[in-house]
């Protein structure tokens, strides 16, 4: 059931025990929420554990350095940022179907929680400050940092679409308070690791054009992650290169599997559907970022997108 | 003279013709200033100018387009983000001893102008803001990209230190209100040209790593201009590239002028003093980012460069 702040605020208040549950893969919104969310909680003088499918990255150990699970016996568990059971990743097996609540800020969520209180806003972390402003919660430093990574990491430091006025006075009240955006930011935007830079260098070896340069394309293969020493987690920023490439309508990066098949991501600039894009080899996503799978090998899935790109440049064209 | 707030706006006031300066290379902040000043001046009936001593980027043309100068006889003169007379660059020796007023950010402001408003913001656009607010003018979205153009290029789009809470408050009152940051951003932080990705990828075949990986360079020669057709205006995202890689405390770029010496640009990690590294090479700046051009070629220039760089980083040890 969709609930509103208040209910929600009812919700957190009448348990006393939680186990608050992110996304696999977890990055700086789904983590800022958890542990925000669990400092509101220790707060109150409720216990909490957190539970992730994947390991955290060590950049975010300003938020985990210290932190303890409270042992907890039938908590009341809470899914955040989470927008799909799916996306539990391999805990989902066990907590699908268990989830008494979720706070997403995805309009997209399939509200497999019990309850779902869903705002659509830049980032979730938007959503726990304000709950914690109603709550009467008063921050600490530690707090305002997780909901500081939550909201700049989801906008690009404030630089993606989804930024809004709220976005921005949320980020004054934060530095008002006192955050240590430095640190946050040399972290998450500022730090480029060695094996990130060699697999960038090897992949943009690859670039290519076409159409007019109006499409770029870059490949990374299962050769290049073994000898820069990277992984596919490390490939995100990357995916935005060819289509920030100047007169570039189209970009997209295709990248190999360990079974030898592509999996392709499709940047555009408004114009051109990324999910159209996408739709024709299987895949899908938004209009301005989508991706597909279309378990081929190189030349067959290039061709493949070439051909799908092709039939959106000339609808674009008419 | 420095002056207050309501001094300059008195100043403006009391005036009817204005010639606008910005400092030579212009960049975001001091063309935001420039053209929203025109455009508060334009909006009180009063006769307006613009001149800089270099040609403005085709990316400022949301700014630029439809721009055209008032004649002005015996105009006030005044100078938007300019710290000193000599940034006027090639008009400086017209205009120098000539300026009225100056409205700047800088608070090292050599003060040349008979008049300076200063204050310590993050951009100079900032302070233009709160002072249109003062003068009662009446905000279109045209000042408000203006305005946006400088605050949000001066501070990397809000992920350097100098953003502040006032900062994140003046760009909530902008989104509120109106501006086309989509535009803005794709053209200021997500566009690449070909040259540069490609004297980019030329300049970090040269990455070399010194003192266990603490120190990174890149060397950036007049060959690589030739063949990437970048010039050394596009080098400036390269500057920061070094210092960047993790473990990284001193990164340093090395650009070849076109007699053959070396100017340096070195980065630091707060540790370490980047003023202290370039004045012992005869340069200056600022603890985090300075400059030195010792009139040498690259082994000798390399060769100083790493005696200043070995210095600090003792000094850091002991």
Chains 1, 2 share one sequence.
Do not use: W
């Not at 009467?136 to 305002?144: A, M, Q, W």
């Amino acid at each position: 059931m969709v609930i509103e702040k208040k209910q929600c605020i009812e919700l957190i208040n009448s348990h006393e025990e939680f186990l608050i549950l992110s996304h696999e893969h977890p990055d700086g919104d789904t983590l800022g929420c958890a542990f925000a969310l669990c400092e509101i909680l220790r707060s109150m003088g409720k216990k909490r554990a957190f539970l992730c499918a994947d390991e955290i990255s060590a950049d975010f150990s300003y938020m985990t350095d210290g932190f303890e699970n409270d042992e907890v016996k039938d908590p009341f568990i809470v899914a955040v940022d989470v927008a799909d059971a799916r996306l539990l990743g391999s805990i989902a097996a066990d907590y699908a179907d268990r989830v008494d609540l979720g706070i997403d800020h995805h309009a997209s969520n399939t509200l497999f929680a019990k309850d779902t209180y869903v705002e659509d806003r830049a980032a979730a972390c938007e959503i726990i400050f304000e709950l914690a402003k109603d709550m009467g919660y008063k921050s600490n430093e530690y707090f305002r940092n997780c909901i500081y990574t939550g909201i700049s990491t989801d906008t690009g430091c404030f630089r993606y679409q989804n930024t809004s006025a709220l976005t921005f006075r949320i980020a004054a009240e934060l530095m008002e308070q006192g955050i240590d955006s430095k640190t946050i930011n040399k972290l998450m935007f500022e730090t480029k690791t060695k094996s990130f830079l060699e697999l960038e260098r090897l992949s943009r070896e690859t670039l290519e054009y076409h159409f007019g340069d109006r499409c770029a394309i870059i490949t990374i293969t299962q050769d290049m992650y073994e000898k820069s020493g990277a992984d596919e987690h490390q490939v995100y920023p990357i995916t935005a290169l060819p289509r920030q490439i100047e007169g570039v309508v189209v970009g997209a990066v295709m990248k190999e599997k360990p079974d030898g098949s592509y999996s392709i991501s499709v940047r555009t600039d408004g114009d051109i559907d990324a999910s159209e894009v996408c739709a024709r080899l299987g895949g899908g996503g938004h209009k301005g970022a989508a991706g597909c799978h279309p378990e081929c090998g190189c030349d067959e899935a290039k061709e493949l997108l070439l051909a799908s790109i092709k039939k959106s440049l000339d609808g674009l064209v008419k």
